[in-house]
């Protein structure tokens, strides 16, 4: 089955313990993107990856990294946690064709998200 | 700055009526538009997605409309059925790597 798994799917920490959400996808996807949910807020991009090795911040990164060194793995690491990073987190992954969103293969099929407690 | 809005924050339908969701952009550059459907404990998932070229895309009970001078886009479902309830959050994106999500706008739709 297609689909995007992240773990945990639930967590609760305390301020400054390092942890790192994982997210696999066996789609043979290019684009690896992670989102924060909030209240009011909507869906926030936190960073997002093109490809193996090439990464870039989203809208909100502050507080947060990635790596990508194999195609189906994109794991999200918070250094320090801090309770501001309390949220609910997504991860997900498409083709991504060349000219960007305007493709029919830019649909992103998303994991079944983590919610994070920070204390 | 949000690009994207959905000033509805909820929205409850009767079974068997119209649901009308609506979504306003402010970025001119955006030329694709994507509605996605999220059921609580689980991940969004893609519904309907309509090019700036078409003004009107549908896919069975749902169709999206596209305004471009309004800079407008709507969603409707009909008829509306219980499992249509769910959060329904309108995406943006041009021709960058980005796609720009809304604050989504919870549908109940009640017997």
């Known amino acids: 089955e297609a689909q995007v798994t992240q773990n945990p799917r639930y967590l609760i920490t305390v301020t400054g313990k390092k942890l790192t959400v994982t997210c696999s996808q066996n789609m043979n996807h290019e684009y690896m993107s992670w989102y924060r949910q909030d209240p009011g807020l909507g869906l926030r991009q936190i960073y997002y990856?093109?490809?193996?090795?090439?990464?870039d911040k989203g809208d909100v990164p502050e507080g947060y990294k990635v790596s990508r060194k194999e195609k189906r793995n994109f794991p999200l690491i918070l250094e320090s946690p801090s309770p501001n990073q309390t949220s609910l987190y997504f991860c997900?992954?498409?083709?991504?064709?060349?000219?960007?969103?305007?493709?029919?293969?830019?649909?992103?099929?998303f994991g079944a998200g983590s919610r994070l407690t920070v204390l | 700055d949000q690009q994207v809005k959905q000033n509805s924050p909820s929205l409850s339908v009767q079974e068997g009526r119209i649901s009308i969701l609506n979504c306003d952009y402010t970025?001119?550059?955006?030329?694709?538009f994507l509605w996605y459907k999220k059921y609580p404990a689980e991940g969004p998932t893609f519904l309907i997605s309509i090019s700036s070229i078409k003004d009107k895309n549908e896919d069975g009970r749902f169709t999206v409309f596209l305004n471009k001078s309004a800079k407008h886009l709507s969603l409707h479902i009909v008829p509306s059925q219980p499992g249509d309830s769910a959060v329904y959050f309108c995406a943006a994106g041009d021709n960058t790597d980005k796609l720009i999500f809304g604050t989504g706008t919870r549908l109940q739709v009640f017997p």
């Open positions: 990856s093109m490809n193996v090795e090439a990464t």
């Open positions: 970025n001119s550059m955006f030329d694709y």
């Open positions: 997900a992954s498409s083709l991504w064709a060349s000219g960007g969103a305007n493709s029919g293969a830019n649909v992103l099929t």
